[in-house]
């Protein structure tokens, strides 16, 4: 596979069936904070690539209940004063030069994201249990997660009160509810990301024979 970044998954014994191209790119997904980015701009069609594989995730009834707002580079800026804002009385108790340290983590951490989505969720409860609306925006997340992966950019959800609270403020009406923010960007593939282990399905699946 052209896309699939060497460094990362490819290891028969975590994949001894690794036979679906989908699988690379499933196990290579993993959250990538915005510490990590470098500087670097998706190229609009990928940008684009990405949002429309987001609204191909499944719903029950089409109620594609999204919206995704692109932050713009000044919202970029304003974030990282808004999570300074945000948690700047937690670290009263820090040494002063490590609590300026801190500070200016945070006004930098979102400076470096090729792009930075607000994910806003739609409710259509008339018509639907609320469950099955989350389920259908986290499946569009998702696409968006795996697209990045496919694309070797890095990406994460944020879903912190920073996050969540700065969404609020883009203007939502009064049947949206903030998600948080989806954070993108590029990385060094070089370094291999965490790997956090998963519980063998053997502990998780009932009725699987084989195994
Ligand atoms: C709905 C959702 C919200 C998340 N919010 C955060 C978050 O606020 N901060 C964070 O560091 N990671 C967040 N994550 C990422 C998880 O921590 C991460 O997916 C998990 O540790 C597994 O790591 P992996 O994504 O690299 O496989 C979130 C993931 C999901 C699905």
Redesign the pocket.
């Known amino acids: 596979m052209e896309f699939f970044n060497e460094n990362l998954i490819k290891e028969k014994e975590d994949c001894p069936h690794f036979y679906s191209p989908i699988t690379a790119v499933i196990r290579n997904?993993?959250?990538i904070?915005a510490d990590r980015y470098y500087k670097k701009e998706i190229p609009a069609h990928e940008l684009e690539e990405i949002l429309t594989n987001a609204t191909w995730a499944p719903t029950h009834k089409m109620t594609e209940p999204w919206r995704f707002i692109i932050l713009s580079d000044e919202q970029q800026v304003d974030y990282g004063n808004y999570m300074f804002n945000y948690h700047k009385d937690r670290y009263y108790d820090l040494p002063e030069v490590k609590r300026t340290v801190k500070f200016e983590y945070l006004k930098n951490y979102p400076l470096n994201a090729a792009c930075i989505v607000a994910v806003v969720f739609q409710k259509n409860s008339q018509l639907l249990p609320e469950w099955e609306e989350i389920a259908a925006i986290?499946c569009a997340?998702q696409n968006m997660a795996l697209t990045c992966t496919a694309l070797n950019i890095g990406s994460?959800?944020?879903?912190?009160g920073a996050?969540v609270d700065y969404v609020k403020t883009l203007g939502l009406t009064d049947r949206e509810q903030s998600f948080?923010l989806f954070f993108m960007g590029y990385y060094d593939l070089s370094q291999k990301?965490?790997t956090?282990r998963r519980t063998a399905i053997a502990e998780k699946v009932i009725g699987l024979k084989h195994i």
């Open positions: 997904r993993r959250s904070y986290s997340v994460y959800w944020a879903s912190g996050a948080g990301p965490v956090k």
